[in-house]
């Protein structure tokens, strides 16, 4: 441990004790790690077991740790937010970020990073919703788990591409 303290969570809380002169707070929880990623990582965790945070939480932290949810012990995953966590978590990075952002609504990333894990498939699914959505259609959750269940059950292929950028190489659902 490097004996300096990083605040993780309970920022408000800490604020306010400073603002009214408060010494010593209680319901203090000291974490024995080397670096504020492993800090943040450990109450990220905490909040996760504990049910707090949100699904987008969950996911940030799956994707920064890089642990899978064996790896953590007794991570509760029955939880919804740690099972959409998980989902989100498997996202490819454009997508993930387009979920950050509230462009590609959460539910609608739990659907497709929960059952269609191959990032070109991710793409080819979401270029097909946004090829719909700029026609004027409305394209419902219940519909994107049926074309997310085509597009995974579809025969697929890898394909290697030469572009200006050099050699490609991708997976084409021929759905």
Avoid: C
Avoid at 55 to 80: C, H, I, W, Y
Avoid at 98 to 117: F, S, Y
Avoid at 133 to 148: F, P
């Amino acid at each position: 441990s490097t004996g300096i303290p990083w605040v993780v969570d309970g920022h408000n809380r800490l604020a306010r004790a400073k603002e009214l002169g408060v010494k010593n707070l209680r319901n203090v929880y000291w974490f024995n790690v080397d670096t504020e990623k492993e800090a943040l990582a450990e109450g990220a965790l905490r909040n996760i077991t504990f049910g707090n945070g949100t699904s987008v939480d969950a996911a940030k932290f799956f994707r920064n740790s890089g642990l899978t949810p064996e790896e953590m012990g007794n991570l509760p995953m029955t939880q919804d937010k740690v099972r959409q966590g998980l989902a989100l978590s498997r996202l490819s990075e454009g997508l993930f970020s387009r979920v950050m952002t509230g462009a590609l609504p959460v539910e609608r990333g739990v659907i497709i990073g929960g059952r269609l894990t191959d990032p070109d498939l991710q793409a080819k699914l979401v270029r097909m919703l946004d090829a719909q959505a700029a026609k004027g259609k409305t394209i419902t959750n219940d519909v994107v788990a049926e074309l997310v269940d085509m597009i995974d059950s579809a025969p697929k292929a890898r394909v290697t591409q030469e572009t200006l950028f050099g050699t490609d190489t991708f997976t084409e659902s021929y759905a």
